[in-house]
């Protein structure tokens, strides 16, 4: 053996080592350059002593101790650590994924920036929030998220051929806002600025996915952005109303009134804004924090199932009918929201492989019990637009409805079975991310189809 | 012999911001002039040592710096500040106290091989 081939040896062994080391979430970069070098002084000394590189190397390593109670004591100094932090650009430790960071934090910006401006945009030509609130109403989500899907489009580096998909998708969106002749006061509008953010938080998914559209655990990844988007969404949104609340107070204690500046630029730009900055910020975290969504979905399961099971022993006890007024059904239609988005984001936490527990019998009886009062609610409408005929409004809703509910059922047969022990659980997930262009379908063709359907009412 | 873990951990800072005032220096040579000065009874780990000393560099007693050494390998120096001066003065003030007392009871009025037991002598 020569004495470079022992070297090389060596150098891989630290090599080997310093992968071990850098595993350790307590351990930093510069700590292990640190404990690098203390252990080469250590593997030096034990070689002047006339052990071979090998052998210095492991009673070096053997005197440090376990990298646990190592790492324990470093824990202990550095408690803060634990606290995974999501810094805004790296911390100077790492070079590589500190630019990386470093990037994406630009484009998030520019992105930001570019949402703000192109809500303002419209502005120029005369459409103002007060006096066209109808263009904005239709209009709002195309301000905001292109530039989400800009900016993971450019994240995943999409090919050309996405890029063409997602430019095309936009613009028909664009078109489905504008081009019919709604009034101000149709019921075509309201449904239209209902369904096009979902028809193109979609579209954002198919940036999301990019190439992977395909594969269902890549569309599971989407639902778990779309969880953790909202959560931080709502977030940035209570902070920017604590910042609006201090801007009206302090600005109104010298007696000049922001309202305006809040009306038309604060509000505006911070919504869309947010949009970009919530979808950076899952991005850039989506390793450092553990997901909330599915924990909301686990601590909520439960009561919701309790508060269903106990309306439906209400339902039957008084022997009472679900009054259905005009608002009901888009009530009963959020229920409906609610209790997929439960099933979901359990779903997303889950070990698929984990075998069928209790909680899997909770969400069972949280589905068929949201089922059995949706069956009641919807015998409840279908004769009430029967009788009178009907809108946009009730077929949207209704429609929304039907696709809810084709859903849960097959899902709560699904889980029967899965509790059953009769099909894996990866069948209800396939299920669910099997079921996405289902949504995507119906909310496009809401937006095209619907007001040329109904003579645009 | 094996010095308590209490012990250990109490003389720790002292001894530290001792060998700094000589001079500056790091993990591995700290942790062999500990060895040498305590005649290899004093047996320090790293998950010890280094943990203390971002401890005394947050406290803001000691300071680092990285700087190349032969090899091509990069080493972290820490140098004691002002402060860390000021902090040994006082716990040598204060360890001064502690063997002074136990030195009055050790050498002048017990003698230490009445604490040995008995039967261990035969």
């Given amino acids: 053996m020569t004495a470079t081939n022992d070297n090389d040896q060596l150098e891989a062994q630290f090599a080997q080592w310093r992968e071990f080391v850098q595993r350790r979430r307590e351990l930093r970069q510069s700590d292990a350059d640190e404990l690098e070098d203390h252990l080469r002084g250590s593997v030096d000394d034990l070689m002047k002593a006339g052990l071979h590189a090998d052998e210095a190397f492991l009673v070096a390593v053997k005197r440090m101790g376990r990298l646990d109670e190592l790492s324990r004591e470093f824990a202990r100094e550095h408690s803060e650590r634990l606290w995974k932090q999501l810094m805004l650009v790296g911390e100077g430790d790492a070079a590589a994924p500190e630019s990386r960071s470093r990037r994406d934090l630009l484009a998030m910006v520019i992105c930001a920036a570019g949402a703000a401006v192109s809500i303002k945009a419209p502005d120029l030509f005369g459409l103002t929030f007060e006096d066209d609130s109808a263009f904005y109403a239709r209009n709002f989500s195309l301000f905001a998220l292109p530039w989400l899907a800009g ?66 655990r890549r569309r599971m990844d989407f639902i778990r952005f779309t969880g953790e988007w909202f959560v931080y969404y709502v977030l940035i949104a209570l902070g920017g109303g604590v910042l609006i609340a201090f801007t009206v107070g302090t600005f109104e204690a010298i007696g000049i009134s922001p309202d305006e500046f809040i009306g038309n630029w604060l509000l505006p730009c911070g919504v869309v804004a947010a949009t970009v900055v919530a979808g950076w910020l899952v991005e850039a ?160 063709f809401v937006v095209l189809a619907f007001p040329p359907l109904f003579d645009f009412v | 012999m094996k010095l308590a873990k209490d012990l250990v951990a109490a003389s720790a800072t002292p001894m530290v911001l001792g060998i700094l005032a000589e001079g500056e220096s790091y993990g591995y040579a700290i942790l062999r002039r500990i060895n040498e000065l305590s ?18 560099e947050r406290l803001g007693y000691v300071e680092s710096s990285w700087q190349s050494v032969a090899g091509g390998r990069r080493r972290k120096y820490y140098r004691i500040t002002d402060r860390g001066l000021a902090e040994l003065a006082e716990q040598r003030r204060q360890w001064a106290t502690v063997t002074d007392a136990l030195n009055e009871i050790w050498l002048d009025r017990v003698e230490l091989n009445r604490l040995i037991p008995i039967g261990s002598l035969a």
């Fill in chain 1, 285 to 444: 975290k989506q390793s450092v924090v553990e997901n909330i969504a599915p924990v909301l979905g686990r601590l909520f399961t439960p009561l919701f199932t309790a508060v269903l099971l106990a309306f439906l022993v209400a339902v039957v006890w008084t022997s009472r009918g679900i009054d259905v007024e005009r608002e009901a059904l888009i009530l009963f239609n959020l229920l409906l929201v609610v209790v997929l988005g439960l099933l979901l984001y359990s779903i997303s936490a889950r070990d698929p492989l984990a075998p069928s527990g209790l909680f899997d019998k909770l969400q069972l009886a949280l589905v068929v019990s949201a089922l059995v009062i949706d069956v009641l609610v919807l015998v409840e409408i279908t004769g009430r637009i029967t009788e009178y005929g009907t809108t946009p409004n009730k077929a949207a809703a209704l429609g929304v409805n039907l696709i809810l509910l084709a859903n849960l059922f097959w899902s709560a047969w699904l889980l029967s079975r899965f509790v059953g022990r009769r099909t894996p659980f990866a069948a209800l997930e396939r299920w669910q991310t099997g079921y996405l262009p289902v949504y995507a379908v119906w909310t496009w």
């Fill in chain 2, 39 to 56: 005649g290899g009874k004093l047996d320090w780990t790293e998950g010890l040592l280094y943990p203390l000393l971002h401890r005394l």
């Fill in chain 1, 151 to 216: 900016f993971l489009a450019w994240r995943r580096r999409a090919k050309p051929l996405l890029i063409g998909v997602l430019v095309t998708l936009f613009a028909l969106g664009a078109v489905g806002a504008n081009v019919y002749p709604l009034t101000e006061d149709s019921q075509s509008l309201v449904v239209t600025s209902l369904h096009l953010p979902i028809a193109l938080w979609l579209v954002v998914g198919l940036a999301y996915v990019a190439d992977e559209w395909r594969t269902s």
